[in-house]
């Protein structure tokens, strides 16, 4: 498995432990509110390390913000400082930031989640 394969999959198996079903990159039409998806940028490649950005979007269809809001908690308190050692890749998460973004159809919550993952692999 690849190394963007094993952290792409270690990411999702994570994130289906928050509330909502957890997607890389696009939810399909039928997904059902709330959900998560998921991008994975590579930024840098070091000697020893690639580092990554992970933008973690969450979205929901409703007047009130309070579900997307503790969804994206979650995840923070789930990623941020986090070291998940998964061999062959040994990643570690760090919070960068968070957005509340607005969506044209105001029934639309979405916030997304970025963390810097600096990716060590074996050898």
Do not use: C
Not at 5 to 10: E, I, P, S, T, V
Not at 22 to 43: G, M, Q, V
Not at 93 to 98: H, K, N, P, Q
């Amino acid at each position: 498995m690849s190394k963007t394969a094993a952290l792409r999959k270690l990411v999702k198996e994570q994130m289906q432990t928050v509330r909502g079903e957890t997607y890389y990159r696009i939810a399909p039409p039928t997904a059902t509110f709330p959900y998560k998806t998921f991008t994975l940028t590579d930024i840098t490649f070091l000697e020893d390390r690639d580092d990554l950005m992970l933008e973690v979007d969450i979205w929901d269809q409703a007047p009130d913000p309070k579900t997307v809001e503790e969804i994206a908690d979650q995840v923070e308190q789930l990623l941020a400082a986090a070291n998940l050692p998964r061999p062959p890749i040994y990643p570690t998460f760090y919070r960068d930031a968070r957005y509340t973004l607005d969506d044209p159809d105001k029934t639309m919550q979405h916030i997304q989640l970025r963390f810097l993952v600096q990716l060590y692999k074996e050898e």
